[in-house]
């Protein structure tokens, strides 16, 4: 039996985006989480600033940390802003960890973050996705297609 595609995450307000990710890796299974963040993250998130283009995901024990994930200091903030770069830790069910660390481990997969956001109840969520990497060969095909679908999407509108 086939499996159902998932349902779209409830993203209110899309912070980061890893563009890159899609290009890069094959998406195989999307995640979300949340992430536990200080004081002034928070705020500098609302702002619209961070970025996740250079980040990832590890399992370590039973926690899952975000690595590399930049979120600059909050402008207004005191003495007590943030470390810009510091591992933050996503929070995440028991079930979908022990998912994670099995994928990883088995079948060599990466566990990459797709987009920071915040959801309907003002919370900052996480999407992660379980990834393979693509090839060199794997990449052109992807502009290959990209281009094809923009080339078609020309013609279908001039034909009109």
């Not at 994930?69 to 003495?79: C, E, L, M, R, T």
């Not at 379980?130 to 279908?156: M, N, P, S």
Request: charged share 35%; glycine share 6%; net charge positive.
């Amino acid at each position: 039996m086939a499996k159902e595609p998932q349902q779209p995450f409830d993203k209110v307000k899309v912070v980061a985006e890893n563009r890159r990710a899609r290009y890069d890796y094959f998406v195989e299974e999307r995640f979300e989480a949340g992430i536990e963040l200080q004081g002034t993250e928070v705020k500098s998130l609302r702002t619209g600033e961070g970025s996740i283009a250079e980040s990832y995901a590890t399992v370590d024990g039973d926690q899952v940390f975000l690595i590399n994930a930049s979120i600059p200091q909050y402008k207004s903030g005191s003495w007590m802003n943030h470390e810009p770069r510091r591992p933050r830790r996503l929070l995440m069910k028991r079930r979908e960890i022990n998912k994670l660390t099995g994928a990883i481990q088995r079948q060599g997969l990466t566990v990459v973050p797709l987009s920071v956001y915040f959801n309907t109840s003002g919370k900052a969520k996480i999407e992660l996705a379980l990834a393979r990497g693509k090839k060199a060969h794997d990449k052109r095909e992807t502009i290959k297609e990209r281009d094809w679908k923009r080339e078609q999407g020309r013609l279908l509108r001039d034909n009109r």
